[in-house]
C-alpha cells in the first residue's frame, strides 16, 4: 500500500496568481499521477510524473498552464498557473505503488480543494 | 480512447436493502476493472475490482459481475448500511507506457443510504 499527503487540503486563490500544490509518498514510486476532480464531476487525468524525466501530459492539459516537478522518488509538485474560476477542483495525486508488477491499484491522496475567486 | 458510462447518477436506498451500480466500456483491450469509493473531502479508495478473465467476484457485502461480451460491469452492494454512503466510481482500465495500467473512471454515482 501507500500514504499520501497532500499540501495545502483546500485554498481560496484570487484570478491570475498561481498555486503549487505538494504530494508527499511514504515509499518510493516510479510514477505518480495527478487527477482533477471538478464540482460533481468524475476524475480526470492530468498529467503521468515519471522521476528523472519531463512529465507526460494527457489531452487538454499543457505544461505551461500545469508545470510539475518530480525532483525525487517520494515526491512531487503540481502548479496551477495563471488560475482562473474554471480551475475550481479538487487536485488529487495517486500512485501505483506495485508498477508493472502489480495489480494496477492506484492509491489517492486526500485531495487538494481549490476554490478561485 | 476509453469511454466509461456509469448509472445511476444518484442512488437512494433504504438501509438494509441492495444497491447496484452499472458500468459500460468501450475498449476491448480493457484488462482490469476497480470500483472505488469516496467519502466526503477524502480521496478514492478501492473496494473491489475485477479482471477480464474473472465473471464474477465477492468481498462480503459487496460483489462485481464483468460481462466482456457485452463489455459491461456492475457492483452489487447487499444489506446495505449508512457508512456505505459514498460516491462510487467504476473505472476501465488496460496496460499503458511503462507496465502501469492506464485508467478511465466512470462519471460516479452519489449513494444514500437512509436509515
Known amino acids: 500500500s501507500a500514504v499520501i499527503s497532500q499540501k495545502p487540503s483546500r485554498d481560496i486563490c484570487q484570478r491570475g496568481t498561481s498555486l503549487t500544490i505538494q504530494c508527499q509518498v511514504d515509499?518510493?514510486?516510479?510514477?505518480m499521477f495527478w487527477y482533477r476532480q471538478q464540482p460533481g464531476q468524475s476524475l480526470t487525468l492530468i498529467a503521468t510524473?515519471?522521476?528523472?524525466?519531463?512529465?507526460?501530459?494527457e489531452s487538454g492539459f499543457v505544461i505551461d498552464k500545469f508545470p510539475i516537478s518530480r525532483p525525487n522518488l517520494t515526491f512531487s509538485t503540481l502548479t496551477v498557473s495563471n488560475m482562473s474560476p474554471e480551475d475550481s477542483s479538487i487536485y488529487l495525486c495517486?500512485?501505483?505503488?506495485?508498477?508493472?508488477?502489480?495489480?494496477?491499484?492506484?492509491?489517492f491522496g486526500e485531495g487538494s480543494r481549490l476554490t478561485v475567486l | 480512447g476509453e469511454n466509461v458510462e456509469q448509472h445511476p447518477s444518484t442512488l437512494s436506498v433504504q438501509e438494509g436493502d441492495s444497491a447496484v451500480i452499472k458500468c459500460t466500456y468501450s475498449?476491448?483491450?480493457?484488462?482490469?476493472f476497480p470500483w472505488y469509493k469516496q467519502e466526503l473531502g477524502k480521496g478514492p479508495q478501492l473496494i473491489i475490482d475485477?479482471?477480464?478473465?474473472?465473471g464474477e467476484k465477492k468481498d462480503q457485502r459487496i460483489a462485481v459481475t464483468l460481462n466482456k461480451t457485452a463489455k459491461h460491469f456492475s457492483l452489487h452492494i447487499t444489506e446495505t448500511q449508512p457508512e456505505d454512503s459514498a460516491v462510487y466510481f467504476c473505472?476501465?482500465?488496460?496496460?499503458?507506457?511503462?507496465?502501469?495500467?492506464?485508467?478511465?473512471f466512470g462519471t460516479g454515482t452519489k449513494l444514500q443510504v437512509i436509515p
Open positions: 495517486s500512485v501505483d505503488p506495485y508498477g508493472g508488477d502489480g495489480t494496477g491499484e492506484l492509491f
Open positions: 515509499s518510493q514510486v516510479t510514477m
Open positions: 510524473a515519471n522521476q528523472g524525466s519531463e512529465a507526460t501530459y
Open positions: 475498449d476491448s483491450a480493457s484488462n482490469y
Open positions: 475485477i479482471r477480464s478473465n474473472v
Open positions: 473505472a476501465a482500465s488496460k496496460e499503458g507506457p511503462g507496465g502501469y495500467q492506464k485508467v478511465t
